[in-house]
Nanobody, 122 residues
Framework: VQLQASGGGLVQSGDSLRLSCAAS????????MGWFRQAPGKEREFVAG????????RYADSVRGRFTISRDNVKNTVFLQIDGPKPEDTAVYYC????????????????WGQGTLVTVSS
């Protein structure tokens, strides 16, 4: 499956932002989807995940209550709604696809998008 992330940009703290990840190729609904991020000088970290049917979600503690992951299996797209972003949310955000389950281990996601940069100013 090929993934294309978009929607990043420069936002101020307290604004909202929605990232999108469009999938093509193999059957999108067969994959669990995740969002990861990598800030400058830091390791990549799990942000949020959604099960293949959208019924289950999982969040990192640092974003729970501010970020919402969802998916549209008709449009083959997964979304990450970011509400009330903070400067520490500044990072390149990546979407990824996995058949292993709703996991937070990036090594279990074989398919990755190219990343979209989110910069949050205070």
């Amino acid at each position: 499956v090929q993934l294309q992330a978009s929607g990043g940009g420069l936002v101020q703290s307290g604004d909202s932002l929605r990232l999108s990840c469009a999938a093509s190729g193999r059957t999108f609904s067969g994959y669990h989807m995740g969002w990861f991020r990598q800030a400058p000088g830091k390791e990549r970290e799990f942000v949020a995940g959604v099960s293949w049917d959208g019924a289950r979600t999982r969040y990192a503690d640092s974003v729970r209550g501010r970020f919402t992951i969802s998916r549209d299996n008709v449009k083959n797209t997964v979304f990450l709604q970011i509400d009330g972003p903070k400067p520490e949310d500044t990072a390149v955000y990546y979407c990824a696809a996995s058949r292993y389950g709703l996991v937070n281990d990036g090594s279990l996601y074989p398919y990755w998008g190219q990343g979209t940069l989110v910069t949050v100013s205070s």
